[in-house]
C-alpha cells in the first residue's frame, strides 16, 4: 500500500478509511486480533505465514511480545521472508533479548540485502549489538552506516 501522505493518485476517502480503521484499529478490534492469535497458538493449525505476520505485528503493538514471536516463530517455521525475520528482530528487542535480535537483524541483511527493510535496519542492527555487550560491532555498524568505511 503507497504512503498515506505521499499518494497524490489513489482515493484519499479510501486511503483515509483504511488508515482510520485498518491501520489504527480501535479497541474492539485490537482485543480480537490478540484473541485470534491466542487462539491460533493453542491450535495444531497455522494459517498462511502473511497472516500470522499481521497478527504477530499486532500483538507486539498492543504490547503481548511473546504471543507476536509465537506467532512469528510459526510463520517462520513454513517459510522465511524478510518480512518474518524483521519482525522477529524487532519483538525479540522489545522482549530485551538483544543477543538474538542481533543475530535475526544480522540474518536480514545476509539473506536479503536487497530487501527495502534492510537499510532502515540497520540501526537497529547497531543498538541491539550495543544493548548486548557487543559495543565494537555496534560502532562498525554505524560506521559503515555513515559510508566511514567505505
Not at 497472516?51 to 509465537?70: C, K, N, V, Y
Not at 522489545?94 to 542481533?102: F, N, S
Not at 527493510?117 to 557487543?134: K, V
Request: net charge negative.
Amino acid at each position: 500500500m503507497p504512503i498515506y501522505s505521499q499518494n497524490f493518485t489513489g482515493d484519499r476517502g479510501t486511503l483515509d478509511f483504511l488508515r482510520r480503521r485498518i491501520i489504527q484499529p480501535g479497541a474492539f478490534a485490537e482485543a480480537c486480533l490478540k484473541d485470534l492469535g491466542a487462539a491460533i497458538i493453542a491450535s495444531d493449525k497455522d494459517p498462511d505465514p502473511t497472516s500470522l505476520l499481521i497478527l504477530g505485528w499486532s500483538a507486539t503493538r498492543s504490547g503481548d511480545h511473546a504471543q507476536a514471536l509465537s506467532l512469528i516463530g510459526r510463520a517462520l517455521a513454513k517459510t522465511e521472508t524478510d518480512e518474518l525475520l524483521h519482525a522477529r528482530a524487532v519483538i525479540l528487542s522489545r522482549l530485551g533479548r538483544h543477543g538474538e535480535a542481533a543475530e535475526s537483524f544480522a540474518s536480514l541483511s545476509e539473506s536479503y540485502p536487497e530487501s527495502p527493510l534492510t537499510p532502515p535496519s540497520q540501526f537497529d542492527y547497531a543498538i541491539a549489538l550495543h544493548r548486548s555487550g557487543q559495543a565494537g560491532e555496534a560502532l562498525i555498524v554505524l560506521l559503515d552506516l555513515t559510508g566511514y568505511l567505505d
